[in-house]
């Protein structure tokens, strides 16, 4: 390696010294403000509410198509890693694509929510919040987007009800083949945990530190490297705030509800429901044969919660819908936030539903 | 997480290629160590042993109280979690009401 001349040593030592009073400042600001990052932030209104289940609009005025988009996650986490932050938000690239965009939010559960069955969010909640979305926009039919276990809602309602109000559908990382499952979740689908012994008896909840734990598991030098990197980029403004918003997103997890929980282990993750096609929801059986509506599927090739060979069984029980499919090279959050998601995620998602949406 | 060099502004960081060495090497070892089933089965007990313990006070502590003739956490408990499922109840007929309100399963089919 050469070494540089003294102008260069100059001005890499100017350059040097510059980042370490922007590092300090932002090191001040970082410690002071608890690390508390702008999430959620996109403006947007109630439109309706069910229990502790809300329905928001997103405000806009370049909507292009009538046909709204109801995007919905599931139950371990919150509902603004969708909205993440500025400029990083999967609801923000919606929207300025043109799309009326919805979110349903199932909040976080306490006791009396330890009752709700897997029909309460995949059928109760979201057909009312379908209706909703309907009424606001006057639209005949709804877009739906699922990612993770809100896929996995999403493909029931389609399943069980055949007159669902669904035109098109977005996946993004369905966990459907419990074969292929992640390390962190295998002895519940290989039976070996009974859920019963994950569940809080006091609260009837899975609790939020328990699941917390869980995924610090599969990545235990996770936040250590988090650090790293915010040391590195302490002196960039824009870093700071984003590594935040991706901070709380990674330790901001939410009671799972016992009785959800306890359907979803062993009917979705022990007995392969999705695969096997013995799912019901509730007395209605979930036949994804009936499916006819068109189908796009985001994958993350590193996902290390939903491996991408779960995710892609889904083209093999969709026979009969238009399916596409798109492989993004990103891990599980990658997926849904930062320049994967920019780039590749949220263009292929709006040629989809430009595709397969009504214009206004 | 970051994969790969890391540059900062055009030039590699002397440090971060050494913590990325020794993350790098820690990281597989230390994963399998936290997935593997004998920690997995650690946790498991010791989460039992906590639990029959907790009952254990739980119990001792209720028996004090109620020869003094006050109430136990166990009792309030009780009473909490009758409330809960009237609740629970409550919400169960608000959903069979809002079902009937909504189209039928049998109206147009959207495809």
Known sequence: MTPPSPTDAVSLIQREVDRARLRARNGIRYVTAGGVARVGATPKDLVWQRDRATLWRYRSDEVRYRTPVLLMLGLVSRSYILDLHPGNSLVEHLRNGGFDVFLLDFGVPDEVDAANRLVTYADVYLRGALEAARRETGADTVSGLGYCMGANFMLMQLGARTGHRLSSLVVLAPPIDFRHCAPLIRPLAEGKIDPEELIDEETGLVPAGLIRNAFRSTKPTHEIVQYANLWENLWRDEYLEGHQAMTRWVGDHVPFPGAAFRQYARSIMRDNGFVTGHLRLATRPVNLQTVRIPVFNAMAEFDEIVPLRSAEALAGILPNAPYEELRVSAGHIGLVAGRRCAKVTAPGIISFLSRHSEAA | ?111
């Open chain 2, 1 to 111: 997480m970051q994969q790969g060099p890391i540059t900062s502004g055009g030039g590699v960081i002397p440090w971060r290629s050494a913590f990325d060495l020794v993350e790098g090497r820690v990281q597989g070892p230390l994963t399998k160590l936290t997935t593997s089933p004998e920690l997995r089965d650690t946790v498991r007990i010791a989460r039992r042993t906590r639990r029959t313990a907790g009952r254990l006070v739980d119990r001792t502590g209720a028996a004090v109280l109620h020869q003094l003739h006050l109430p136990a956490y166990r009792d309030v408990r009780r009473i909490s979690r009758q409330l809960t499922t009237l609740e629970q109840r409550v919400r169960e007929l608000s959903h069979q009401i809002d079902q009937d309100a909504l189209p039928p399963d049998d109206a147009p089919v959207a495809d």
